[in-house]
Structure formats: structure tokens, C-alpha cells
């Protein structure tokens, strides 16, 4: 599995507003959500809940923002949304681990709509993580609400 793929909500507890998506991926469609509740009753009932092996992964956040959005965004948000992720992946035995934050003041990329040239061209620019990390993009203007990918 590539969790370089992942797309997580971003700094969700910290900026939860109606005008705002929590994240870029499409919704499951009823079929799958279906099969994947029969896997979790079947294995429940035979009481083999399956579990991902105890991982550690290395997180590398990428906050890009405009010139006038500059500084709304902190540390202690990231760090907030690492413990949040930690709390929620916790009974699979997934920690996560941030290696490094940095911040990015480039319009384009702020407002880059997913799978968009200025998406590719930001990811390409930013990425740290290997394909077994996982890189997280925070953008503050992305189109039509959706905070991050």
C-alpha cells in the first residue's frame, strides 16, 4: 500500500466550518461501503478482527498558503493533527511519527485544485517522504472548500 495515497483530513478539529470539506476524496460508493462492513462483521464473528501489523509511519507536512494567509496556519495545529491521527489509527496499531513541517507561500500552489498541474507541480516540489511515508499537503485556498489532501 502506498500511504503516500492517503488523504486524510486536514487540521479538521482545528478549522471544523460548514464552508468547509474535510477532505478531497471521493466518497465510498454504497457497494463498497457494503462489502466492507460484511468483511468486519464476518470477522468479528469469528473474532479474528483482522489488524495491520504495528507501524510506525513518518509523516512530512506541507503547509502552502498565500501571502495574506501567511501565519494563520502553526506548529501546534500540525502537531495537534498528528495526535489526532494517532488517537484514530491507534486500536490498528498505526503510529504516526512528524519528521519535519515546512511552510510555503505560493499562490498558485495554494489554490491548486486536486489533479490539477499546480497540484503535480507542488507535490513534485515538496515531497520528502518515500512511497512507506506519508506526505500530507495543506493548502488554504484549494477550490470549493475542501481543506487538503
Known amino acids: 500500500m502506498k500511504f503516500s495515497s492517503i488523504s486524510l483530513a486536514a487540521i479538521a478539529a482545528s478549522f471544523a466550518s460548514a464552508e468547509y470539506h474535510r477532505c478531497a476524496v471521493e466518497q465510498p460508493s454504497a457497494e463498497h461501503v457494503s462489502a466492507l462492513n460484511e468483511a468486519a462483521r464476518i470477522g468479528a464473528a469469528n473474532q ?4 495491520v501489523a504495528a507501524r510506525n ?4 507536512v506541507h503547509v502552502v498558503t498565500t501571502t495574506a494567509k501567511k501565519g494563520r496556519y502553526t506548529q501546534t495545529q500540525i502537531n495537534n493533527q498528528i495526535a489526532a491521527m494517532n488517537d484514530a489509527y491507534s486500536g490498528m496499531g498505526i503510529t504516526f511519527t512528524l519528521k519535519s513541517t515546512d511552510f510555503t507561500v505560493n499562490a498558485q500552489w495554494a489554490a491548486a485544485d486536486i489533479s490539477s498541474s499546480a497540484e503535480r507541480a507542488m507535490k513534485s516540489s515538496l515531497k520528502k517522504g518515500k512511497y512507506s511515508e506519508l506526505d500530507l499537503y495543506f493548502a488554504s485556498d484549494i477550490p470549493g472548500g475542501t481543506l487538503g489532501w
Open 57 to 60: 509511519i513518518p509523516v512530512y
Open 48 to 51: 479474528e478482527i483482522s489488524r
